[in-house]
């Protein structure tokens, strides 16, 4: 059974371009998290999806950030205009059922903006 | 608020010592949840532990064991006769329910482990 899944597992972007990031869950599992790890810092929530539906986005930056999992295929991560301080490690987990689950993580995306 | 603390931000031992990590946390939740997750070097993370609000029974799963008190809010984590390949950055987080469907997990800022040989 392959683990959660997460491409490219690293990105380089100049400011101003766009950054994609992939996750394919676990198989049977349904719930998705995006965590981003900042250098030197732990990780924090950005945003929980199922299977169509944002959650709770609570994390999230208002502006230039975008998630979605669609019926088919992986959920996407997505920065617009990435800035310098996108810079960090982004984290995808996926689990069975919502509550208190274990969450089961990727291997993360490095992104790096130039 | 919700927060989880680690106050170690490093830590050094030599190998066969025996290492505490420690985790106080934060809640007005009755019901919730704590975890321990290891991230070597290589940088994934790895899932240790998950521990429930209403079992403080302690753990141990072979050199790791986990000591749950909610007297005083601690999730210490134990690692007896440590080994370089313990050297990682370890990670509390705790998940908490207000009766919504989201368990999303808050972190601490971890701890570095260097096992020195």
């Known amino acids: 059974n392959a683990g959660v899944m997460q491409n490219p597992r690293h990105l380089v972007r100049r400011r101003g371009q766009e950054a994609r990031l992939r996750c394919s869950p676990m198989k049977g599992h349904s719930h998705v998290y995006w965590y981003r790890q900042l250098p030197e810092e732990g990780l924090k929530f950005m945003v929980y999806?199922?299977?169509?539906?944002?959650?709770?986005e609570s994390g999230m930056p208002k502006e230039r950030f975008s998630a979605e999992f669609p019926k088919e295929g992986p959920s996407i991560l997505r920065i617009q205009q990435v800035v310098r301080g996108d810079s960090a490690a982004y984290f995808c987990?996926?689990?069975?059922?919502?509550?208190?689950?274990?969450?089961?993580f990727g291997p993360g995306t490095r992104l790096t903006v130039l | 608020a919700q927060k989880v603390t680690q106050a170690q931000t490093e830590i050094s031992v030599v190998e066969k010592e025996d290492v505490t990590l420690d985790c106080v946390y934060e809640t007005r939740d009755t019901t919730y949840y704590l975890f321990w997750y290891k991230q070597p070097p290589s940088g994934e993370l790895v899932f240790l532990i998950r521990r429930n609000s209403f079992d403080e029974q302690n753990e141990i799963s072979g050199r790791y064991s986990w000591n749950f008190q909610k007297s005083t809010s601690s999730f210490n984590f134990t690692i007896t006769a440590s080994q370089v390949v313990d050297s990682a950055v370890y990670f509390c987080a705790l998940s908490e329910d207000y009766g919504g469907a989201t368990n999303k997990l808050i972190f601490g800022t971890g701890t570095l482990l260097a096992v020195q040989p």
């Open positions: 999806l199922q299977k169509e539906n944002i959650i709770d």
């Open positions: 987990a996926s689990s069975i059922r919502g509550t208190y689950n274990e969450q089961f």
